[in-house]
């Protein structure tokens, strides 16, 4: 997954694009970048692996001079976490300066590549986007955004994009419409962002979301319509609402907070744990759920687990790990509130289960009577090959077990997940989701290979 | 304020000592050190500035060897955050090597230092706790206890120590015992930490809290009680409880997050909000004041900010800092909560006002109808000389402004601030707590300058 | 300028090639880099800014696995000293990965590459060797030799060309034979380098050095003569003998250490200095030629100036740097062997003036009763396009000063330059050298922007 | 061996310090480090391992403000080559500021440090140097100077010495005046070096050197001189005109390039080569000797070995060196002046042999017919006390070899040392030198532990 900020028409544009990018921590800690032109055309490039914090240092941004602006977080990928592939791309081409941020995964761009490298393209990363930087500079078309729409129409899958060429800023969504992308208004400049929470932290009226298959051209200040791509049905992921969003930021129409307490409320009335003493969330994502459940069946609400908000790029001795559960470097049970009661456990969603396993083991320890494990989503059974990193299918402990097997794995008393229907019913039930992890209804034909990202890895190990 | 761990009798002891630092990361963000002992005495050291997590790359714990070790990290004060005050300190003395990490204040430690350095000492660094080494360095008695408590008799104020002579641990706690210290078990080995949550990440098991005044030493794999220091009123710091202390510790006999959810019980009868339409609180340290307040007045609990989590180490441009308000780094508003309703916020303690003031603009700018604020602690009026770094008495707000006042300042609807028999009531009413910050009853006489750790700034700047 | 060095054959190759480039460190101190090929393909990059002791750091060499390796440093030229210019290149392209280390100058590269951006290739640097790798990327033909062959048919200028497709190693010189490269043999391995004393260091036993147009194919650890590139009339490099290769190599079939005494002998006979106390050389390029002179003239050898071999990297504030002679940072005068006295100064050659009218201005403040100076080649009156960073014509004192105004320049007694007909009779007078920037007569058309390495500057920023 | 720089009364002092120490370089390239004092008596302090020009990046000097400082560069001995032995030191004592910079050694160093540990001084580091900051610090004078003289008084051995205590510098040389030190004037300010280059260097006029135990006071711009030490026989080190100081200086009334020239006749009178083809020198210590040794005998001066200037600080893989003799990474021989050819090879003095050894089956490899190796000093039989970094006696190879064994170890045809007296002569042969390496005859009792510099390996490990 990935985060992606412009910024258009305000000076100094670099320093919203980091606060934005800063908002979108979430989305991406692999690696940052961002990108700004100043009006003469120069382009100013920074990227890094790690945290937004770490890759510009006081006094890089002061480089990233101009009033244009793009930036990008990426969130790390088995592989390929190199800096090659972090983004924004940068390169120069007939047009002049284009640099590129994406946010998605295109599912057709393995074959692609082959094509272009048998062609004489020289390729610099292993990152499925740059399939795009090559389809636009080889392209017959004279005007640039007919060259981006050459391009966007050799390539299926999902892609929100911030492309600039020159100083002119193209903010498209594909025509599903997979991932969010608002606009918004701060004097007379124009701030584009995944989630509505980057918006906020620069000060900016959100103006609207992208609908699927819109573009955006910004230029001279002006923001204009381009003609719309091919229409699809819309295909809105619903985990974006279910746990990649901030739940401050509104996606999709909606209030993150909003959907997820409605998910709490839905969880509570199909799996209630009747006689429970307590319910708490495995913080901070299902926080919101957790409340929902309590408010839905009466049972007290408390804090059970703390987290240590440290922990992201703890490096820990394998040895240790060994010793310690891995679990307790990020959650710590509060012993008063857990000994001798039967508690509730509310999380957003189940992937491998490998955390929760430890997670109950160590409420058991703390004294827990009975553990209810309760999940604000149904079961995963298959991989997302639209941007979101789910590990393969063998991996999805939900693929290949039933619920009682995976309930005796965790070693919880009940389990307990909410119905495809039920997490529907709270976004409202139009038919306008994607819930292929869930459902195996996938959207698009699926990719022989499995992998997601990264096609094709580079031999070679950069410096 | 600092957090301090030790371990003792375990093989690769400098390991568990990270985990318990990184536990205790909360108590101390500006600087990070463990000082290891191998079974010859060999003393390996490493410090740095910044987190944990910064301050030890893969590999650099690996050069810890030996099966005692401990640690310490360091809270930032102002104006002298330098490597050379980074603990835990280590030299060579006569007995050895020897090395201390010191949690607390001494009053005094100026005026001692003064008549060190007439004497022929050269100190290394700024800090108040080299005093200690010196004080033993020059102590005529032959048995390095006998040198530790010639030192502790001339020292006056807060000091939890750990100390090693060789591989013996000492574990020592002021009369008036102002700074927590536990002891845990784990095989046959020992853990010692100014928290539980630091036993609990290393699987220790606890054993007790050191009394005020009492005094530990490890030697061979045996615990052995020294003979406590002249005895004082026990003067447990409260804002331990209230703020410092992470809520899954166990803090002077207390659960920490019971007692905040008492202190929010408190704080809903003697401060409610007739007629508002939700609670919620600043996170997270006041989060189970704020679920205390909602079960005592039944008004709605909700999530109306979102904190990012990411923001310790943000560099924030000063100029841009001044268009969008800096709280909007920390927190974000959910509007959908906000909107039109009147809000209670329950934040745990009120310093200077100003964060406080700008995130209640940022709640009317969400709209807010109505903003009720409520604090779980009394005013503070004056600073502490006991090791938190409370700011000058002249920025602390309610030194000089009437509630009232405040209340105008905050801008909000109404203000309640929980008494000083509510707090003393939810942990349990003893007069063995220091509240001077709240009272003005300090517990020894208030050094004539009112700087805390930092005497006699160095006039000469290391490399 | 740059220097190449290849390994092929031996295991822990790029171990050989650091220590060839070491050797080679005095053809350019940009950056360095070398590329490895393990025998399935896998190929290892590691490149960088500064001296091959900063790029290569203890650890660096051992990642660079494989039997097959090619090395570059390049020389520091205005404007694009980046990274992205440093050498090896390393790309994927149709036929697997290719690398490709140059030393020389194109003087067509612009031109070509306007016609590949034009055509969608995306370029990754300013350097003109880039060039040549679309050039083989976009060849229809299927052999690797006849895609390279493709490529050198449109380049025009100086290249002597490593490298590598897969595991085959290509040694190439263009049909001038501008610059060096040597061909030896360890054990059943090869090592090609442009200088001898790259095949000393790495106790290799000189082959024989490729003749102009020569290029060798290295397969299996056999090497293949390939039919030669069209044929031209062989135009060596002089200023290779003159000044830039190291005295200990064999170059052009000629020790540098005998061409530079005879050199000596032929200005002492066409440019003596009768009456002179001493005779001294600046350091140490010119030793070989003042030993001459001396020898030829009678005149005593001393050792007048001594340098201070510090230097290389030294930084030197601007404004100290303008109170003290910038010249006193690289060498000192030994006073009591220019007091009162007539010396001669012998140095190879004269571009700018500035270091030694600076240089003579110490020795008349050393107390030199006369200088004479001498210089053991003639005015240079013309830039070089073929690799080596001479300044702008403009810059050249030689190309708009008389003799008797450059003396006056410097502020000599007299100035002696050896005479074009002295030059080349002291490496035998054949018709196979390049002496343009003497005699302005240029082997191939010079091209209109007289830029010379760094065609198009990106007008981007990299990171 | 060390290097000290002072300049007092000058503004942006530290920049001329720094250009003095890199003139320096060559007596120590382990560690820099200036000192700066400002007006107001603020002290600034940077010190680094590795190069004047690693240490120092720019910006760094900006920050040493003040018209005061002294700067130091350390050489590299066993063990103990970290930071906290870099010098100057720099303290606050009961005085104020105190800065330190050493160059020699004190050979009691141990015994009074023992005893300041006793009583309480707690050491930061390994030097034998800090002794005389603790017993500044500890003496019950008044006034600094009584201070110095009673810490002074309590130290035998090698010591020059600059020190500041605020802004007041004192330059000091031992009674025996083992090691040099200049004073130069420059402006209305002073300038102190160990050798007359760094006066060059920044363009000072050389007043005197200072005489053994003379010591100088420099306050308010004026230059006082303050009574002497204790006197005692003169013996200055005879080392420093063999081999340390640059030819360029002026080194106890010397010039070293003429001593050095006639050192290399009086070798060629004792040591003739009578039939040999050519002679050449180990570069570039004794270049001045050989090119003497062609003047007395006649024989034909050559350049046989190129020795490359980047060595200094290359990382050698140790498998590769075994490979490669690593005497070929800092020499290559010229093949053609050497093949055939009987050879005369000059160096100043031989150590342990191994590199000699190398370099004579270099040249026999590149087809030297015979090697006649000549020294133009004594065999080195014992180590130096006095703070040259000569190996423990077992490894000097003059002292339990007779010079036939050496000549068979080093395999060459003849070998010839310099007698005592023949180097004696060549320096005016007045009693005043130490030669105790050569002769044995030690000026100051020896030390009982035979280890130099770094007494008492402090048991712990530095961050």
């Not at 049972?299 to 240790?320: A, C, D, M």
């Amino acid at each position: 997954m990935c985060g992606i900020v412009g910024v258009a028409g305000i000076p100094d544009a670099a320093q919203l694009v980091y606060l934005g990018l800063y908002a979108l921590q979430h989305r991406g800690q692999e690696s940052a970048g961002i990108i700004s032109i100043e009006p003469d055309g120069t382009a100013h490039s920074h990227r890094g692996m790690g945290l937004v914090n770490d890759v510009f240092p006081p006094g890089a941004l002061a480089r990233l001079r101009g009033d244009v602006a793009i930036g990008h977080t990426r969130y790390s990928t088995t592989g390929s976490s190199v800096l090659a592939n972090a983004q924004p791309k940068l390169v120069n081409y007939h047009g002049g300066p284009l640099a590129l941020a994406h946010n998605g995964n295109l599912i057709n761009a393995q074959e692609i590549r082959a094509d272009l490298v048998r062609r004489g393209s020289i390729f610099q990363s292993s990152s499925d986007s740059e399939v795009l930087v090559h389809l636009i500079a080889r392209s017959d078309a004279r005007r640039c955004e007919d060259q981006i729409r050459d391009a966007l129409e050799r390539v299926e899958g999902a892609y929100t994009l911030l492309l600039t060429v020159g100083q002119t800023v193209f903010a498209i969504v594909d025509p599903r419409g997979f991932r969010p992308l608002s606009v918004g208004r701060l004097g007379t400049g124009w701030v584009l962002a995944s989630e509505t929470c980057a918006l906020d932290i620069v000060g900016a009226r959100k103006v609207r979301e992208l609908e699927p298959g819109e573009w955006l051209k910004i230029e001279h200040g002006r923001l204009i319509d381009l003609p719309p791509l091919a229409s699809a049905t819309p295909r809105r992921c619903i985990f974006e609402l279910v746990y990649f969003s901030r739940p401050d930021s509104t996606v999709f129409g909606h209030s993150v907070d909003r959907v997820r307490r409605a998910l709490g409320h839905a969880l509570g009335r199909e799996q209630p744990a009747p006689g429970a003493d307590c319910v708490f969330s495995v913080p901070d994502s299902s926080n919101a759920m957790a409340l929902g459940f309590a408010e839905e069946t009466g049972v007290k609400l408390e804090h059970g687990l703390i987290r240590n908000h440290y922990v992201g790029r703890t490096f820990i001795n394998p040895s240790q790990a060994a010793r310690t559960a891995k679990v307790r470097i990020k959650f710590n049970p509060v012993q008063d509130v857990i000994a001798g009661k039967s508690v509730v456990v509310v999380d957003d969603s189940l992937v491998r289960g490998t955390t929760s396993r430890e997670l109950v083991q160590m409420l058991r320890h703390a004294g827990a009577r009975e553990v209810h494990f309760r999940l604000a989503s149904p079961p995963i059974t298959g991989p997302c090959y639209y941007g979101i990193d789910t590990p393969n299918r063998g991996e999805l402990i939900a693929s290949s077990h039933s619920i009682d097997e995976i309930r005796a794995h965790l070693g919880v008393d009940t389990l307990g997940y909410l119905s495809l229907e039920g997490m529907l019913g709270a976004v409202g039930a139009e038919d306008r989701y994607c819930h292929a992890c869930f459902s195996g209804q996938y959207p698009t034909a699926i990719p022989n290979h499995p992998g997601t990202r990264d096609h094709e890895p580079l031999p070679l190990v950069a410096d």
